[in-house]
């Protein structure tokens, strides 16, 4: 069975601070997605990134960028002087291929709280 | 714009009665998903459709129900045979270009409330 795992459940940062939200997955697959989404208050999951399991090549978009270790099953995500607009529950998901279908398993999230 | 349309937004139900979910896609998405979401959890699959006609239980089906008439429309209903019905629901959709899942989006959601 699928399962990821945020252990961070809550975390609070002043602005410009670096943060690091980890994630740990674990599947029996050999190709699989790695995505990681926002949800701000307002409810809606924002997409942040989708990586393949071929690709550990890590990644960097702006104040964004993700650590993927295939060796130690992370898929880690870091923002760079976070902002207030940064605040919001952040997953990361884990995907299983049905035909045409792509189930996710999602963590239960972490909780970003940035303050100025 | 492409996107996924849930509606309502907010729904209230009084105990024991059934009620239907909307989600339209005009992305031309083969699949589409219904997720569930707890306070302070993670989203749960209830369930998928791969094509037209047909769909699949996800982790947590019991009490719901599903159908696939259109490739854009995907409704679920909440039965009175859920025994806590109160969550947010998110509907989304994706496809494959070759290998590749693509665009796998999310729906605004609609909190329901049942009382």
């Known amino acids: 069975a699928q399962k990821v795992t945020q252990a961070q459940t809550e975390i609070s940062v002043v602005e410009k601070e670096d943060v690091t939200l980890d994630c740990v997955y674990e599947?029996?697959?050999?190709?699989?997605?790695l995505f990681w989404y926002k949800q701000p208050p307002s409810g809606e999951l924002v997409f942040l990134i989708r990586?393949?399991?071929?690709?550990?090549q890590n990644e960097i978009s702006g104040r964004y960028s993700w650590n993927f270790q295939k060796s130690t099953s992370s898929f880690n995500f870091t923002i760079t002087a976070s902002q207030v607009v940064d605040s919001a529950v952040y997953f990361c998901a884990l995907s299983d291929r049905t035909g045409t279908a792509s189930k996710l398993t999602f963590g239960t999230g972490t909780r970003l709280q940035v303050t100025l | 714009d492409g996107g996924i349309t849930q509606s309502p937004k907010y729904l209230f139900r009084k105990e024991g009665q059934n009620v239907t979910l909307s989600c339209e896609q005009n992305?031309?998405?083969?699949?589409m998903y219904w997720y569930r979401q707890d306070p302070g959890q993670g989203l749960r699959l209830i369930y998928y459709?791969?094509?037209?006609?047909?769909?699949q239980k996800g982790d947590i089906a019991e009490g719901y129900s599903v159908s696939r008439e259109k490739k854009e429309s995907f409704p679920l209903t909440v039965t009175s045979a859920q025994k806590n019905p109160t969550a947010f629901y998110l509907c989304?959709?994706?496809?494959?270009?070759?290998?590749?899942?693509?665009?796998?989006?999310f729906g605004s959601g609609t909190r329901l409330t049942v009382v």
């Open positions: 989304a959709s994706s496809t494959y270009r070759g290998q590749v899942v693509y665009g796998y989006t």
């Open positions: 459709s791969q094509i037209v006609n047909d769909f």
């Open positions: 599947t029996r697959d050999t190709t699989y997605y």
């Open positions: 990586r393949n399991s071929f690709d550990e």
């Open positions: 992305l031309n998405h083969d699949a």
